[in-house]
């Protein structure tokens, strides 16, 4: 008896070919993706610079950062535009040789040299931090000690200058503030896609397809009233989670509830639209799941939230950018916690639209008022 339920199972999943594929294939892929991708330590890190003292000796930490090849320089007007393009995402770090650097070191005063480092990515800011040794190798600092035989005897501090790291928007690198406000859209991304990917498969599977069919709805009808109220379940989630992180964990509020509340709405008709276009192309329930997990787990780990991109190969980085998750992210850290503006986040609000839309689009046309 178990021998022929045995038979049975292994002859229902060889009549459903798209549901094999997906057992067999979809590991291997994400495997050769992920061994490629994954990495905790970027190379070519952007940082923005001012060199206020250009000398011998601020060109003697420039040029070693260039040879390391672990920072990638560009140069700024001021402190201020370091701060900026840090907040901005432009720059992952930034580095300030001040005025007075050269006759600090040539009266042997240590001066100070301050690096600054994004915190909102706990794992790549510590990355930076460790190889800001860069700044302060022994190439660098060989030929910035004076000693004038003529003058009296002075004590010649054990380095030439003092490198000031300073971490901005997490100074604390908490952890909790890095990954909560993805774990926000992850959660909702399980739940809309599981929902939506499902709703006509199982109209389908039910036998009430039919009767749907048969009415004189239209297909943008149809489409959108499927959409409709798993946005609004959706929004009490986003919600519900959020208001849990602030009071539980103290995560920082918004600078704007009204963006705030935007980035929810575009992010979950990005979501659902795309859980509703995976359910027009699968024909049961089972591949409508395999393939929303195979979504899910790569918007997990390449788009940034726990891996930053930046680590990743370049032939890789598109298909980063070709996940939803990764401009929620982006929004979402810049809202919370390096007060972003509408403006300066409204390249990642128009992605998401364009992904809205387009998902949108494409189950409008795909859904055919026809059993077939």
Known sequence: MIYSLIRKEFIQLRRDPRLVAFIVVMPIVLTALFGFALKLEPDNVKMAYVNQDPSFFSNLIETNIWTEGYFQLYPVADLDAIREEIRLGHAR??????????????????????????????????????????????????????????????????????LDVNILFNPDKIETWFFLPGVVGVLIMQVALILTSTTIVR????????????????????????????????????????????????????????VLFLLALVYLSALLSMGLAISTISQTQQQAIFISI?????????????????????????VAYAIPFTYF?????????????????????????????????FSILRFRKTLA
């Open 294 to 318: 195979f979504v899910l787990i790569p918007s997990m780990l390449l788009s940034g939230f726990i891996f930053p991109i930046e680590a990743m190969p370049s032939w890789i980085q598109p």
């Open 93 to 162: 770090a930034g580095l300030l040789i001040p005025a007075d650097f050269s006759a600090g070191l040539v009266e042997n005063r240590q001066p100070t040299v301050s690096l600054y480092i994004d915190g909102t990515m706990p794992s790549l800011a510590t990355a930076m931090d460790n190889n800001s040794s860069a700044i302060t190798d022994e190439a660098v600092t060989t030929d910035m000690y004076f000693s004038d035989p003529d003058a009296p005897p002075v004590v010649i501090a054990p380095e030439p200058f003092i």
């Open 203 to 258: 109209e389908r599977e039910s036998n009430t397809l039919e009767q749907l069919l048969v009415s004189p709805m239209t297909r943008s009808q149809f489409i959108l009233g499927k959409i409709i109220p798993y946005i609004i379940i959706s929004l009490v989630d986003f919600y519900a989670i959020l208001g849990f992180s602030w009071l539980v964990f103290d995560l920082p509020p918004p600078n704007s509830q009204a």
């Open 329 to 361: 992210i982006d929004i979402i850290r810049g809202i919370l916690l390096k007060a972003n503006s509408f403006s300066e986040l409204l390249p990642e609000f128009l992605a998401l639209l364009g992904f809205a839309l387009g998902f949108t689009t």
